[in-house]
Every structure is written in structure tokens, then in C-alpha cells.
């Protein structure tokens, strides 16, 4: 089955409006993404129904409980009721801690899926024992920077990003920042070089 947070970052990259439908237990519910942010949410619940920032969360929350996911072309105009675009999206997964530290396939996943947007950024990664940084520009990874907490070595470049792919296992936290200043490129790595490092990853 098709992973929110998969769908949902291609949906936020597409210029066509969607609506994504996804069915739990207890109820249906609805993401409304529109001009790359997601505009409205509902979730009704067999009591209650929770709409927007409240429906958006208690969905995420809940995913592993997801029993369909579906997405299709938003036909009807909605009310931009949240204007909750990509950066804010990381905000709340990392706010509601939707992912939990050691989940190797998701982090694989999501810097996989950043390649694929339109727009610059750094994304600030953390870890009990390093701290690093991925610039992503035009759709390629490059430049990187690593700081190594125990030994306080700092690497930068393409050994810095072979030392974060060495120890995705560990990052807690990734958190988007857009990249207002130029970056000169030191190396780059599109969407299948990052792929074949991520599966060819060297002792560190």
C-alpha cells in the first residue's frame, strides 16, 4: 500500500490540485492539496468530525492504522482554510513525532523523495552523536556537511555525505530549511546516484 507521506510529497510538488482519501477503523478522511500546500482536511469519525491542522494530525498519528489510500484529481474548488505547504508538512511530522529514531527505510525514503521537488533547501539532520546538512538544489543533492560529536571532526562535501548515508540509522530528527543563498555545487547526486549510494554504502 502507497504511504502517506510518499503521496503526500507528490501531491505537494504537482502543480494539479488532489484530494487524498484514506480509511481507518473508525472512519474517513480527506487531504485537500491545492497550488503545492494542503488547503483543508476532514476526518469523520463514527462521533465526531475533526477538520484541518486537527484532522491533518490525528491522520498522520494514526497511520499505521490506514486500511485504503487513495488520491484523485481535486475536482471542486476548497477553501485554503490552512495553507500548509511542504515545510510546514516536516513541522508537524516531526512535531507529533510520527517517525521514531532507527527507522532506516523511512529516512531512505524521504531524502529520496526530496529530490524530486522544485524548490531549493538544507535539510538539517541530528543525531545523539552527529549533526549534518544535505543542500539540495535543481533536483540534485550538492554539498553536505558533517560534525562528528564525540571526536568534533568536521566533514563537508562528498565525504560528508557518505558519512551521513553511513549513519541514516541514527538521525532522530530532519528538519527543512529553504536555502536563501547561493550554493556553489561541490559534488552531485541526482535521484539514482543518491539510490545507488544509499545501497552501496562504504565503511565509515
Not at 540534485?140 to 571532526?153: C, N
Request: charged letters at 30%; proline letters at 2%.
Amino acid at each position: 500500500m502507497l504511504e502517506i507521506e510518499k503521496v503526500l510529497f507528490l501531491a505537494l510538488k504537482a502543480f494539479h490540485p488532489w484530494e487524498i482519501c484514506v480509511k481507518l477503523p473508525d472512519g474517513k478522511g480527506s487531504i485537500y492539496v491545492e497550488n503545492r500546500m494542503i488547503v483543508a482536511a476532514t476526518l469523520k469519525k463514527e462521533n465526531k468530525t475533526l477538520k484541518d491542522f486537527e484532522a491533518f494530525k490525528e491522520i498522520i498519528k494514526r497511520k499505521k492504522e490506514i486500511e485504503k489510500l487513495d488520491i484523485f484529481p481535486l475536482k471542486n474548488k476548497i477553501e485554503n482554510r490552512m495553507a500548509c505547504d511542504i515545510y510546514c508538512v516536516m513541522q508537524i511530522l516531526e512535531e507529533i513525532e510520527a517517525v521514531s529514531p532507527g527507522e532506516k527505510s523511512w529516512i531512505e525514503e524521504f531524502l529520496l523523495n526530496l529530490i524530486s521537488l522544485d524548490t531549493n533547501w538544507i535539510i538539517n539532520l541530528h543525531s545523539a552523536t552527529f549533526k549534518g546538512k544535505l543542500y539540495l538544489k535543481n533536483r540534485k543533492y550538492i554539498d553536505a556537511y558533517f560534525l562528528d560529536k564525540l571526536t568534533k571532526k568536521i566533514y563537508t562535501g562528498k565525504e560528508a555525505l557518505q558519512k551521513i548515508i553511513n549513519h541514516r540509522d541514527e538521525i532522530q530528527t530532519a528538519e527543512l530549511q529553504p536555502m536563501k543563498e547561493e550554493c556553489a555545487e561541490k559534488f552531485s547526486a541526482g535521484f539514482m546516484e543518491f539510490f545507488e549510494l544509499l545501497n552501496n554504502e562504504q565503511v565509515s
